[in-house]
RNA sequence: GGCGGAGUAGCUCAGUUGGUUAGAGCACCGGCUUCAUAAGCCGGGUGUCACCGGUUCAAGUCCGGUCUCCGCUACCA
């Protein structure tokens, strides 16, 4: 079987939320070696396109220069973290290209590509054609300024960049213009009844997932998909196209086949047998922001060029610290560098593992959570378990029959095909929760037996060694099943009892008559200060921004939708008079469209009945008890549902968006405005 | 608005096809213990299984409805 982990783009660090998923791929991927299967672990760095090419230009370095030295921080941070690649490529090399060119082809030849022109912005004097992100502006919907490309952050509105009103290039501040350029389509759609299929009977995805796609795509027409774009462009030229290069989502998952092949041709491997093998496997692991790029265009691509399809497609949620999404501001966008000086790189691989599923979730870290579990389940319950015997066994050794141990050890050998069932199925939580529960059976075994008391007569020297050799089996159970996990703290038990961990049958036989070697500690309790200081480190500051006016971002639509009325005197704006008022009662009126009915005390008894055009934006209780600023002296207006006697003030457009005025602190009622 | 998920102990969750008195870990309280890393063992549940209604001899579980939270999505890929 052939897996892989979306490919890292090389234009930042690996962080705790990227983690998730090689940490759960690997953690899949040790399972499958230690159960027997042939595994191969494939990914590779994603190098092309824009942002690439942008930054290098900013750092003043070549992409190449960028890409390989992203890789290699990417690759060192992995390491770190004990994610086992089996082959770690990048999609820049001849050998992506080459089969770039084979996808190509066939799908030039299945008659799959057109071609269009498009009308992009054009940054003039960087010479760059300006995807979403390298565009900002002033919303077209809500006014608000500096807005990126595709959607609005204030008011939530998606447009396309073509839209934004003053809209500037972020690479050189130009005033985009608008360029047409050719560009070449897939048509997806020629393959609506293909992927149908695959998704309705390929079993290679979550029900959710299905379900999304069929409701959210299959349901309609496929659009055409994007995948050229013209130079300049960090990627792959289009033989047939001059000027073009390849969009980099077209490349980077061919690199999945491209860093298979330089396996191969490392270790002398065939591709076909693991791409074109239908006995072989294939598991794509992927985050689930780019859901349709694996389970659309993708399996698309392979069905054209006559690849395997994916066997599944296990996609995850995403990763939220304290409840909340990881943010630079708040520090809990931690980088994988920073978590491995302040806390062991197998804390996070349990911990992720006791909270992961085989749905599409997103999960949580909290720092109390994690702190608690790491030092009650890995510290208390099973690396304490070694350590209660660990300086008596080492001079006891095992024991050459398996003493009796009340039937714990054949009970946890008969929980192995449950746990590895959870582990196949990604169910990693419910494997970890299974394996707590070994643990929890095997102290209290420890306890009752009392090994400080054999050890202090020396007739007994025969009891206790049958007490450390169950306690030692019992230990080395756990770390066997928590291998995939925890593989340095196989490698330890290993060390401990002179018996390397290499399969998952270990677990069902006991280790006897061996010396064992002087017992070392495996692992330190955590604080919950390593977790808020490597919070702290990774805080970075939102940038105050020194211009008030920018800080405010304050839009110029709403005076340019209703310029200035005519000046007029002191004595004019005098003749309006401005009073404070309680709203005491609200109402809705059920025939109107847009109005509450309102009563307003102005103080004492004096007493107003307003309608006032607000029903889209408030809600009548919420409203009572509150201070409005009226106009007292308006004429009163007979209105279809009785008389308005007065005009509550308000600002804004008018439907939901419409904003009253509110007092500050200590006006009262019946008081003028002046 | 549409789709999906969730709501069970203070916290994280388990609870299989309906079936005794609803569970585990952590936290907490009491006692014991000292091999082990302020570790361990024994005991202790403090719950309106979100709410309302229905089916049933029997509902956390099945059905209908309501509420709350989260994610995705709203014609952009």
Request: aromatic residues 10%; negative net charge.
């Amino acid at each position: 079987m052939l897996v892989t982990s979306a490919l890292p783009y090389a234009n930042g660090p690996i962080h705790i939320g990227h983690l998730v998923e090689y940490i759960q791929t690997d953690i899949w991927v040790r399972f499958q070696k230690l159960v027997g299967n042939r595994c191969l672990y494939i990914c590779a760095d994603d190098t092309h396109g824009t942002a690439i090419m942008i930054r290098a230009g900013k750092e003043g370095r070549s992409e190449v220069d960028l890409i390989t030295q992203m890789s290699r921080a990417h690759q060192a941070d992995f390491a770190g973290f004990d994610i086992g690649f089996d082959h770690y490529g990048s999609t820049h090399c001849e050998e992506n290209r080459m089969l770039c060119g084979e996808f190509w082809a066939a799908m030039r030849t299945a008659g799959l590509i057109v071609e269009r022109d498009v009308a992009q912005l054009y940054d003039p004097e960087s010479n760059t054609f300006l995807s979403d992100r390298f565009v900002r502006g002033t919303c077209p919907k809500c006014g608000a300024r500096n807005q990126p490309g595709d959607n609005c952050g204030s008011c939530g509105a998606t447009y396309s960049p073509t839209d934004l009103i003053d809209p500037r290039s972020t690479l050189s501040g130009a005033v985009p213009i608008l360029r047409e350029a050719p560009h070449l389509f897939v048509q997806l759609e020629k393959l609506h009844a293909f992927l149908e299929t695959w998704i309705d009977q390929g079993g290679a995805l979550q029900s959710e997932t299905a379900n999304y796609l069929k409701g959210q795509f299959l349901a309609n027409e496929l659009r055409d998909w994007d995948i050229s774009r013209p130079a300049p462009y960090f990627g792959f030229e289009i033989p047939d196209a001059p000027g073009n290069y390849w969009y980099v989502w077209f490349d980077a998952p061919i690199g999945y086949i491209a860093s298979t092949l330089q396996w191969c041709k490392a270790n002398g491997g065939n591709l076909d047998d693991w791409w074109r093998n239908p006995d072989c496997e294939i598991h794509h692991f992927i985050g689930k922001d780019i859901t349709y790029f694996h389970t659309l265009f993708w399996p698309g691509m392979l069905h054209a060029a006559g690849y395997q399809l994916p066997t599944k497609v296990h996609i995850h949620g995403f990763l939220n610290v304290g409840g909340e999404k990881m943010s630079k501001s708040t520090g809990t966008l931690v980088a994988a560098e920073t978590f491995l000086k302040h806390a062991d790189p197998g804390f996070l691989r349990y911990f992720y593992a006791s909270k992961l599923g085989a749905r599409v979730e997103d999960l949580d870290l909290g720092a109390d959570e994690f702190v608690d579990k790491i030092n009650s389940d890995l510290i208390g319950k099973v690396v304490n378990l070694a350590s209660r015997v660990g300086k008596f066994a080492s001079r006891t050794g095992l024991a050459d029959t398996y003493p009796d141990d009340g039937g714990l050890f054949a009970s946890a050998a008969a929980a192995g095909d449950e746990i590895a069932e959870a582990y196949e199925a990604c169910e990693y939580s419910r494997a970890m929760r299974r394996i707590m529960e070994l643990a929890d059976a095997a102290n209290p075994f420890v306890e009752h037996a009392r090994p400080w008391d054999l050890n202090k007569d020396p007739a007994q020297l025969e009891t206790l060694r049958d007490v450390c050799t169950v306690a030692a089996n019992l230990f080395r159970q756990l770390a066997i099943y928590l291998a995939p996990v925890l593989p340095k703290l196989a490698e330890q038990c290993g060390d401990w009892l002179g018996d390397p961990i290499r399969s998952w049958d270990q677990s069902q036989t006991p280790l006897l008559g061996k010396p064992v070697q002087p017992f070392v500690r495996m692992m330190d309790r955590i604080q919950v200060e390593a977790l808020h200081q490597m919070m702290e480190e990774s805080r970075t500051p939102e940038p105050a921004t020194a211009d008030p006016a920018s800080r405010w971002n304050d839009s110029d639509q709403p005076l340019k939708a209703e310029p200035l009325a005519a000046e007029i005197s002191i004595d004019e704006f005098a003749k309006v008079d401005l009073r404070i008022a309680r709203i005491i009662d609200a109402q809705q009126v059920p025939e109107a469209n847009k109005l509450l009915k309102l009563t307003l005390s102005l103080g004492g008894e004096e007493r107003r009945q307003v309608f006032a055009g607000i029903k889209a934006a408030y809600e009548p209780e919420q409203l009572i008890g509150r201070l409005v600023v009226i106009v007292a002296n308006l004429t009163p207006r007979k209105m279809r549902f009785g008389l308005s006697e007065g005009m509550v003030t308000a600002a804004g457009p008018g439907g939901a968006e419409v904003f009253l005025l509110g007092v500050d602190e200590g006006g009262q009622p019946g008081q003028r405005v002046h």
